[in-house]
């Protein structure tokens, strides 16, 4: 089963990679995706809701940028399945 994610979302000045933002605003929208394939061997492809929630936990800590998301604000989520 494949999925698509995006998370936008908004980071504070205390974020541990605002730094490299140089254009950097309070009210910046900022995007991250990925392509997520769970295997049925591993998977309960049945219960995507296992899947959505893992997807949304990976989007998030990319966003926190790989630490957490305690810096991360106004996140929105949008998850489809590919076919």
Known sequence: MKFKGKIT???DAN???RKYVSDWTPEMVL???D???FSPDFWDTHNPEKM???IKTDLLLVAGGGYNWDHVH???FE???VI
């Open 9 to 11: 979302c908004t980071i």
């Open 79 to 81: 998850i489809k399945e």
């Open 74 to 76: 106004n996140v929105n």
């Open 35 to 37: 392509i997520y394939d």
């Open 31 to 33: 995007e991250f995706w």
């Open 15 to 17: 974020h541990p990679d």
């Open 52 to 54: 959505i929630g893992y």
